[in-house]
């Protein structure tokens, strides 16, 4: 593995650095199952699962969330 030095990746543009950011988490989400999750993380996943599976609408749309986040709530 190359190494790079965080010297070296502070003088990028900040575009270049948004750009390395989103090409190294997309590196990342190939692989879901090399992220550990603590016993909790995996019990509160599961917990909201099953909530969403006893009731898939009780949730709220991508929009509505949005919503909420420009409002400040």
Do not use: N
Not at 22 to 44: F, K, N, Q, V, Y
């Amino acid at each position: 593995m190359a190494s790079v030095s965080m010297a070296s990746i502070l003088e990028l543009e900040v575009e270049e650095r948004l750009r390395l950011v989103h090409e190294i988490w997309d590196s990342i989400a190939e692989h879901p199952d090399a992220i550990p999750l603590t016993d909790g993380e995996r019990a509160e996943l599961e917990r909201r699962l099953e909530t969403y599976q006893r009731d898939p609408h009780s949730g709220s749309s991508w929009d509505e969330v949005k919503a909420r986040i420009k409002r400040g709530r």
